[in-house]
């Protein structure tokens, strides 16, 4: 399929991450969703149902690539193999951006299926800022980093998070995906200061926003990925969109996934306080 069948509508506002249990309704319905994100290493592989269906996806709406597994962190070599198919799949799909998250999956060759945490200190700057660097070389694009949710810090830590991710951002030149649940999850189990995270971050670097609802278990935030955005996380948001501008916004929802038509409602909202 050519790049001229697809959508070029512009990526703004309000965006869904596409699950596979709404993919049926998309299809049939086109609801008017400005953008979806879709996760790439779902459509790693010899091809089939699952690239067809981006396709039809594609030729109706504009996309960005998100992924789980580059491992940006790990002291292992980058696995080239995993980037490679990121690749194959930006330069068939013409996402809008990748990103991928700022930390780490996988050591000695074991993955593990979290986004663990890094310590804050100037080696690992220096660590993953070059690890971006390369694959953003070979990708021939910038990525957008993510700022993960953690439940520990290290005491290796030299600076804080907004610190830590700024530093990389402008070291490996890349953007920063700024989750504002997963600085509500640390300002909860961390006692952080989000809104001063917020107006830290470089807004110049931040192309992309992730909203989410998570959930309280014994003391803890958890990044579950499974409610609507709570009160807590909106006001975070509504100071990144002051602090920021107008930035493309993302629902992401992965656990008791509801209706299409709930998601909706929550992008509707985030584009409202762009709007405003
Ligand atoms: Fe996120």
Known sequence: MSSTNFSNKP?????????????????????????????????????????????????????????????????DPINWDYVKQIKSLADKFDPGWVSEHLCWTSAHGVH???????????????????????????????????????YLSFEQSQMNECEFVASVAEKADCGILLDVNNIFVSQYNHGDDAIAYIKSIPADRVGEIHLAGGEERDGYMLDTHSREVPEDVWTIYKAAIAHCGDTPSLIEWDNDIPHFTVLEQEASKATTIIRQ
């Open 112 to 150: 593990f299926h979290d986004l663990l945490p890094l310590p804050y200190t100037e080696e690992t700057i220096n660590h993953v800022s070059d690890r971006i660097s390369q694959i953003q070389d070979f990708l021939g694009r910038r990525l957008l980093i993510e700022n993960v949710s953690s």
């Open 11 to 75: 990526i703004s506002k309000a965006g869904i991450g596409l699950r596979p249990q709404h993919l049926e309704y998309v299809l049939s319905e086109l609801p008017s969703i400005n953008w979806f994100e879709v996760l790439t290493d779902n459509y790693f592989g010899p091809g089939g149902e699952s690239l067809k269906e981006l396709e039809q996806i594609r030729s109706h709406y504009p996309i960005t690539m998100h992924s789980v597994g580059m491992s940006i962190g790990s002291s």
